[in-house]
């Protein structure tokens, strides 16, 4: 079954302890991004990556870090963890370049991660 | 990246169409036309893409402007389950993924 899997799905951490949220996926895509929801705002991206070993900045990408080490996976790094970063975050993955059939160009959603930060 | 403009909110009935719209005026020749739903507190879902061509699934038909400036999302019947938030984006073959505010979408029965 495609899948993007993230981890925790639920945490309260405090104030600047070191936090990783995993995202996974098994559908061998080549682009992974992460985003943040809060409410009015909407879905704000923090980075993306287009394929291994490169990642880029999205709209908000302060105080977050990312990597890309192998295709599959695209943690999202919290050095110091801030009460602004208290949000809901979403994981995505998707091919690159679009396929054949309808679900070649799909974005496939984790199915979010709550973070609390006290 | 090109952008998407969408109104931010609309009403329907249960069981009337539903036409949401999207502009999308400096869409390049290559970007896909994506639209997206989010439930309350569950992650975006496909509903539906297309290039150029009007498309229809089983969830809905996307309706493309002959200059692809605009496109619109044709909910059929709307039903309390369709009550959500609908994005719109576009995508290149090579491009990023962002997601405006989108509509939101509220069904009245």
């Known amino acids: 079954e495609a899948q993007v899997t993230q981890n925790p799905r639920y945490l309260i951490t405090v104030t600047g302890k070191k936090l990783t949220v995993t995202c996974s996926q098994n559908?061998?895509?080549?682009?992974m991004s992460w985003y943040r929801q809060d409410p009015g705002l909407g879905l704000r991206q923090i980075y993306y990556?287009?394929?291994?070993?490169?990642?880029d900045k999205g709209d908000v990408p302060e105080g977050y870090k990312v990597s890309r080490k192998e295709k599959r996976n695209f943690p999202l790094i919290l050095e110091s963890p801030s009460p602004n970063q208290t949000s809901l975050y979403f994981c995505?993955?998707?091919?690159?370049?679009?396929?054949?059939?309808?679900?070649?160009?799909?974005?496939?959603f984790g199915e979010g991660s709550w973070l609390t930060v006290v | 990246d090109a952008k998407t403009t969408q109104p931010n909110s609309m009403e329907s009935n249960e069981e009337e169409p539903v036409h949401l719209p999207c502009n999308h005026s400096t869409i390049s020749g290559t970007d896909y036309i994506h639209w997206y739903r989010q439930l309350p507190s569950q992650g975006p879902e496909y509903v539906i893409h297309g290039l150029t061509s009007n498309v229809n699934n089983r969830m809905a038909s996307l309706a493309i402007a002959e200059d692809r400036k605009s496109s619109t999302l044709i909910l059929h019947r709307a039903t309390l389950r369709d009550a959500a938030v609908y994005y719109c984006i576009l995508r290149g073959s090579q491009g990023n993924l962002i997601f405006g505010k989108g509509t939101k979408l509220s069904v009245k029965p």
């Open positions: 990556s287009m394929n291994v070993e490169v990642t």
């Open positions: 995505a993955s998707s091919f690159q370049v679009p396929q054949t059939g309808e679900s070649g160009n799909t974005i496939y």
């Open positions: 559908m061998n895509h080549e682009y």
